[in-house]
């Protein structure tokens, strides 16, 4: 397995989730362009344990959806995204 480091300026997964959220217009938009229900994308953003995650097997999909439409993502978005693909 790989360890995905991010840049200097940390950035906490929340922070970063969010900026995938925002990049494809909102929760709705990503649900529609990725072909998932709302409610399994904002399960990622509202994980039970508090902290927001894109499980590894949904991380793929999300980033070759952004890749397709041609959503730019933040650098630290991709590499949390391209963590399932590398791993």
Same mark, same amino acid.
């Given at each position: %397995?790989?360890? !995905?480091?991010? =840049?200097? /300026?940390?950035?906490? %997964?929340?922070? !970063?989730? #969010?900026? *995938?959220?925002?990049?494809?217009?909102?929760?709705? @938009? +990503?649900?529609?362009?990725?072909?998932? &229900? *709302?409610?399994?994308?904002? &399960? $990622? @953003?509202?994980?039970? /344990?508090? @902290?927001?995650? !894109?499980?590894? $097997?949904?991380? =793929? +999909?999300?980033?070759?959806?952004?890749?397709?439409? /041609?959503?730019?993502?933040? =650098?630290?978005?991709? +590499?949390?995204? =391209?963590?399932? !693909?590398? #791993?």
């Amino acid at each position: %397995m790989h360890v !995905i480091r991010f =840049s200097d /300026n940390v950035r906490c %997964m929340d922070e !970063i989730i #969010a900026q *995938i959220f925002t990049a494809f217009g909102g929760q709705t @938009k +990503l649900a529609q362009a990725t072909g998932l &229900s *709302i409610s399994t994308v904002d &399960s $990622w @953003k509202n994980a039970r /344990n508090g @902290k927001p995650n !894109i499980p590894e $097997w949904r991380r =793929s +999909l999300v980033l070759a959806t952004a890749r397709r439409l /041609n959503i730019e993502l933040p =650098s630290d978005a991709v +590499l949390y995204l =391209s963590q399932a !693909i590398a #791993a």
